[in-house]
């Protein structure tokens, strides 16, 4: 019997640290140097008792279970991104609409009511009926833009996440379809998110994004 990850659980390898990000509580967390050596030998099919022991308090804590079949413990592997909207436009500056500032105040709200797992929920409810956007329009650009004019009414403690998930939302309700991705770096730990369509950054430049190693596409 092997192991898996917990639903809801993702992880990678950054500046050799093994992050793992638990969307019910919303946390990321690291592993120490024995339980990472553990983990990893747990990838290759490694099982000693001693490993074992070890994997068993890792599932204790939440970030892995039992699995019939061994393998499933895959970290999160990076998409390649070519283009950036705020890179290509980064001298526009692009009026906020009040649609834009509702959704934004929305989006604030949720994030700070609703733990990870309910606000990525609903946008997956949003999107269910699309199917994957193949390009960036004009349309998209501004509206990316209009949410980056908008960083001065939100508060700098998870303006990403709230910047983010309002931008997919009004996305969605323009039948595009776009994904959040969260990213890691792990000398020293910082976290971020933002807006990708097909290799394409919306809300962010490609030099900031590619600091960051992604640990779950949402």
């Given at each position: 019997m092997g192991y898996k990850l917990r639903k809801g659980v993702s992880f990678c390898l950054t500046d050799d640290h093994l992050i793992f990000l638990d969307l019910k509580t919303g946390r990321y967390s690291t592993l120490s140097q024995r339980v990472a050596h553990a983990f990893k030998s747990a990838?290759?099919?490694n099982y000693t008792a001693e490993i074992k022991a070890t994997l068993n308090r890792l599932a204790v804590a939440g970030?892995?279970?039992h699995g019939e079949t061994e393998g499933l413990l895959a970290p999160t592997s990076r998409t390649p991104v070519s283009n950036s909207v705020l890179d290509a436009h980064w001298c526009i500056v692009t009026p906020t609409s009040p649609i834009v500032l509702l959704a934004i105040i929305k989006g604030v709200f949720q994030c700070k009511t609703q733990n990870l797992s309910a606000v990525l929920g609903r946008l997956k409810i949003l999107r269910c009926h699309l199917g994957r956007t193949a390009n960036v329009t004009e349309e998209t650009e501004q509206l990316a833009l209009q949410f980056v004019s908008a960083r001065a009414f939100l508060p700098l403690r998870d303006?990403?996440?709230?910047?983010?998930?309002?931008?997919?939302a009004c996305l969605a309700h323009r039948q595009i379809h776009a994904s959040i991705?969260?990213?890691?770096s792990g000398r020293p730990f910082a976290a971020h998110c933002w807006v990708e369509i097909n290799g394409t950054v919306l809300?962010?430049?490609l030099e900031h994004v590619n600091s960051f190693q992604p640990?779950?596409?949402?």
């Amino acid at each position: 019997m092997g192991y898996k990850l917990r639903k809801g659980v993702s992880f990678c390898l950054t500046d050799d640290h093994l992050i793992f990000l638990d969307l019910k509580t919303g946390r990321y967390s690291t592993l120490s140097q024995r339980v990472a050596h553990a983990f990893k030998s747990a990838q290759i099919g490694n099982y000693t008792a001693e490993i074992k022991a070890t994997l068993n308090r890792l599932a204790v804590a939440g970030l892995i279970e039992h699995g019939e079949t061994e393998g499933l413990l895959a970290p999160t592997s990076r998409t390649p991104v070519s283009n950036s909207v705020l890179d290509a436009h980064w001298c526009i500056v692009t009026p906020t609409s009040p649609i834009v500032l509702l959704a934004i105040i929305k989006g604030v709200f949720q994030c700070k009511t609703q733990n990870l797992s309910a606000v990525l929920g609903r946008l997956k409810i949003l999107r269910c009926h699309l199917g994957r956007t193949a390009n960036v329009t004009e349309e998209t650009e501004q509206l990316a833009l209009q949410f980056v004019s908008a960083r001065a009414f939100l508060p700098l403690r998870d303006r990403c996440l709230a910047e983010s998930t309002a931008l997919v939302a009004c996305l969605a309700h323009r039948q595009i379809h776009a994904s959040i991705v969260f990213g890691v770096s792990g000398r020293p730990f910082a976290a971020h998110c933002w807006v990708e369509i097909n290799g394409t950054v919306l809300n962010d430049s490609l030099e900031h994004v590619n600091s960051f190693q992604p640990i779950l596409y949402a």
